[in-house]
């Protein structure tokens, strides 16, 4: 009798902590869209890539398709190359657009990509011909001040 | 001038023995730590015996696992709300809350308290068996005492330490939960949507269970170790219980340390 209500216990706790293992990992976690399906590299070339970070969402129409993988400098053309990992059922044109937004006004950045109207598609390992830079706040604020300062001198 | 030589000589002497002493407590440790995975195909195969380790080591710390779990979270809810708020993204509570306590709170705090309420125990049953000459008696009936008595207690405080790591990390999301959403009015969506975007399954949660299941290997060895090392009389077995929960909370901080270098360094 004794050895049986022990028994009952241990089972419990076990339970317990396995679904706090699961709660833990499918409503806490994103183990769906992570783990599940294929996924496919591509690479894009940026001038700036701002506060980029890796593990960032790639987004297309605000849905996540894919993560940052990798981030580098590429030493030739002085420009930072981004790896890319897209879940395999979406595929882009060649000419897809490639440019890096903010979420929010201070949120984590992201990579967006606006797919072009080319019939061939990406495929794996391809690169991104046409991106666009993050927008650097210092650089828009200079940008601000100095067509401001023209604009006084053209009145005058 | 001879007398302050002499001190020199002795203070250096004290402290050779001393470093000589626990370099060789470190080499017994691992014998000891070797003989215990020798043994484990046995005791594991006569499971009742873990079982009833997991009972004492596991089912029993809940109580204190999950009270001190539910009021971390509570606290991370109230201090998280009060510092996020400030820069206007309340709605990233779920976010910290659930990243704090998955990657470190977590297994850390439940690690302490699992070191403190079932090592300590583990390390008085051992030491007072030791010191009732259960050990030796078991040796002489042809019971080997580290497959018996050592290995269940090792592999119980084993097994029990994630699923405790887990269910802390859980009661405590719950009371950011209860704190955040219910008591102060953070939006539930953005709570739950923003968590669920930002912790990754492999990255945080399973990192956690890895970090859980290191410290219970290291309390577990430390603590069957003290007890089946200690000094045969009362004051040996309180100073190994001392020894079992300083020496774990060490491990346990400066493992941590460790870990989350490895782990998570090329977050940002």
């Known amino acids: 009798m004794k050895r049986a209500t022990l028994d009952l216990w241990v089972g419990f706790f076990v339970v317990a902590g396995i679904a706090a293992l699961l709660f833990l990992a499918l409503k806490v976690g994103s183990f769906s869209s ?120 053209e009145t005058k | 001038m001879s007398e302050w030589a002499n001190g020199l000589t002795n203070a250096l002497r004290h402290l050779g023995a001393g470093v000589v002493e626990r370099v060789w407590r470190l080499g017994s440790a691992t014998r000891f730590f070797a003989a215990i995975l020798l043994n484990s195909g046995t005791a594991l195969r006569r499971y009742p015996l873990t079982l009833r380790e997991i009972w004492f080591a596991g089912v029993l710390s809940l109580v204190i696992i999950l009270v001190s779990g539910l009021f971390v979270g509570l606290v991370l809810g109230m201090q998280g709300y009060e510092i996020l708020t400030r820069y206007g993204s309340d709605s990233a509570l779920g976010v910290m809350v659930a990243l704090s306590l998955l990657r470190e709170l977590g297994p850390v705090v439940a690690g302490l308290l699992f070191a403190s309420r079932a090592g300590s125990a583990i390390t008085a049953e051992i030491g007072l068996m030791k010191a009732t000459e259960q050990l030796k ?111 774990s909370a060490l491990a346990i901080l400066a493992l941590d340390f460790v870990l989350t270098s490895f782990m998570f360094r090329g977050a940002s």
């Open chain 2, 137 to 247: 008696a078991m040796d002489m009936m042809a019971v080997d005492p580290i497959a018996r008595v050592v290995t269940p207690r090792f592999w119980g405080g084993v097994l029990s330490m994630p699923l405790l790591a887990a269910l802390f990390s859980t009661m405590g999301i719950f009371g950011g939960w209860l704190i955040g959403v219910k008591v102060i009015g953070v939006d539930e969506g953005a709570f739950w949507s923003q968590m669920q975007a930002a912790v990754d399954f492999r990255y945080d949660v399973l990192n956690g269970v890895v970090k859980s299941f290191v410290f219970g290997v290291a309390v577990s060895w430390i603590a069957v170790f003290e007890g089946y090392d200690s000094e045969p009389t009362a004051e040996g077995v309180s100073r190994a219980i001392t020894r079992t929960v300083v020496t």
């Open chain 1, 34 to 153: 992570e783990a599940s399906g294929k996924s496919y590299v591509l690479i894009a070339r940026f001038d700036n890539i701002g506060g980029l970070k890796v593990r960032g969402p790639v987004k297309s129409a605000g849905v996540v398709v894919g993560r940052v993988t990798d981030i580098g400098f590429d030493p030739q053309t002085y420009e930072a190359t981004v790896t890319l990992r897209i879940d395999e059922r979406y595929r882009f044109p060649r000419d897809t657009f490639a440019s890096i937004y903010t979420a929010g006004l201070l949120g984590d950045q992201y990579i967006g990509l606006e797919p072009g109207g080319d019939e061939q598609k990406l495929a794996a390992g391809d690169a991104i011909f046409k991106t666009q830079s993050a927008v650097v706040l210092e650089k828009l604020v200079s940008q601000f001040l100095f067509s401001k300062a023209a604009e006084g001198s």
